[in-house]
């Protein structure tokens, strides 16, 4: 099956404010984020991407400009599955605000209980985050081979969600992960389990080209000699 790359969006003005964006409409990205956006493509290279899948929001597609402008043959689709959390009432207000919310404990200690008001709960975030990639894995297996490599940018939660499902951990330890803006988190799925290749890489991502497996899909007995 096909390797998932997952980016974050690149440092916004919301993330500088220390403000909850949520889905509020106009969130851009910062200096430093579109510096971080731009050495994207270089980081990348040597990558083969089949497709890249964008959350709809502005700071995604903003983050996803430069590796277009550089491949400009690559298919872009958008997916509000990966879109960002349906904060609710939260969005647009201060974290610092926020932390002093009875809710808030719980969105740490115990998210899989968490449903914001007037917004979603953590449990169909993750949901429709897994069921997207899902998905996706079967349409690039289907359109470009099992050895495709794909990119899908969105937000932290997300990513935090899919890695979560994909290392088999329950969604009330999530807040373990992390994932800084423009990092990249990588998966390969295979037909029996799916294996965590990188998570929240923000350097060189060159070792993510195609290269033989000796393993056969298999875990590398004594850890193996990783990438060449």
């Not at 081979?145 to 969600?161: E, F, M, Q």
Request: with cysteine.
């Amino acid at each position: 099956m096909p390797t998932l790359i997952l980016v974050r969006h690149g440092r916004s003005t919301a993330n500088t404010a220390g403000v909850l964006a949520g889905r509020t409409p106009g969130v851009a990205l910062d200096e430093r984020g579109a510096a971080q956006a731009a050495a994207l493509p270089g980081r990348l290279a040597g990558v083969p991407l089949a497709a890249a899948v964008t959350s709809p929001l502005q700071r995604c597609r903003e983050t996803l400009a430069p590796l277009l402008a550089a491949r400009p043959g690559l298919p872009l689709h958008t997916d509000d599955r990966v879109g960002e959390v349906h904060y609710g009432d939260w969005s647009g207000r201060k974290l610092a605000e926020l932390a002093g919310e009875p809710l808030w404990e719980v969105v740490q200690r115990h998210p899989s209980a968490a449903v914001f008001p007037a917004g979603e709960s953590l449990r169909d975030v993750q949901a429709r985050a897994v069921a997207a990639v899902r998905d996706w894995n079967d349409r690039i297996e289907r359109e470009h081979g099992p050895d495709a490599r794909y990119l899908v940018c969105t937000h932290g939660d997300i990513v935090k969600s899919v890695v979560a499902d994909a290392l088999g951990l329950h969604l009330d330890h999530f807040q373990r992960i992390t994932a800084d803006p423009c990092s990249v988190t990588a998966i390969r799925y295979t037909r029996l389990r799916p294996y965590l290749l990188r998570l929240g890489d923000t350097g060189d991502l060159s070792a993510l080209a195609p290269a033989a497996d000796p393993a056969g899909g298999d875990a590398a007995v004594g850890g193996g000699a990783g990438a060449p």
